[in-house]
């Protein structure tokens, strides 16, 4: 037999072997090629389907009395009568007696203000709760006071009119200092007590609820020992962007 008619067959043999790898290959490459496509298509249209969501202004109620979130302001004040139903004397260092009215505080908010003065202590610096929750009638006395003294216009730039304090919601308290240097005074921003609160409140879930230069917005002048309960989520949003409640929320 000659080597033409041996060689033919064998050549015709390796052409289907290759054809057969080729095919299957192509058709492999094909399919991978094609899932890709429709797994990209997929995520598209995921991500356009379920866009990535921003802070949620609806997890709490602004209205509601005892939520975090609830704005109280000489525009939105409290219920008649209204008195918390959390009052608790809080572990921490206090200015006056345990028995005294303003040593109150809520009990949501206690583990938060126990942390972030510990925090504080392990930093060098002693926090003392100054005043915390306040009724009706004993605001009542601190802002007639302040009006006979200072005249109504003027009390009413750094004093709550009785039923639209914040103090009366349970969530709001004075930081003050150990010999109480520059106590409910602007000057109280530099001392070492005033800096540590200013820099790493928000961290627990506080935030000095009257700002330096939003007087306008809030309606009172600024208080940088005047701390606000609202969580730490809401508290480092309003850090980060330098807004006040009213301004995040979109309120009078």
Not at 103 to 116: D, G, H, R, V, Y
Request: aromatic fraction near 14%; charge should be negative; proline fraction near 5%.
């Amino acid at each position: 037999m000659s080597k033409t008619k041996i060689l033919l067959p064998v050549i015709i043999i390796a052409l289907i072997i290759v054809g057969f790898f080729y095919y299957f290959g192509y058709r492999k490459n094909q399919t991978n090629t094609n899932s890709t496509s429709q797994l990209d298509s997929n995520n598209i249209n995921e991500s356009e389907t379920n866009p990535p969501t921003g802070f949620d202004k609806t997890k709490y109620s602004i209205d509601e009395p005892g939520s975090i979130w609830w704005i109280v302001n000489k525009n939105r004040p409290l219920p008649d009568g209204y008195v918390p139903s959390d009052l608790i004397v809080p572990d921490v260092k206090l200015r006056l007696g345990s028995n005294a009215e303003q040593m109150q505080f809520s009990k949501t908010a206690e583990p938060a203000l126990i942390e972030m003065f510990k925090a504080a202590t392990t930093d060098g610096i002693t926090l003392v709760f100054g005043s915390g929750y306040r009724s009706y009638d004993l605001q009542k006395q601190f802002y007639d006071s302040y009006v006979a003294q200072d005249g109504q216009e003027a009390a009413d730039r750094y004093s709550a009119r009785p039923g639209t304090s914040e103090h009366q919601t349970g969530l709001s308290f004075d930081a003050t200092s150990v010999g109480e240097n520059c106590h409910l005074e602007i000057c109280w921003e530099n001392t070492p007590e005033g800096q540590w609160v200013k820099n790493n409140s928000y961290k627990y879930g506080f935030v000095v609820r009257y700002p330096n230069g939003k007087e306008s917005i809030t309606g009172y002048q600024y208080e940088p020992w005047h701390l606000r309960y609202v969580g730490v989520e809401l508290a480092t949003e309003l850090q980060t962007t330098g807004q006040t409640m009213e301004e995040f929320f979109g309120i009078n």
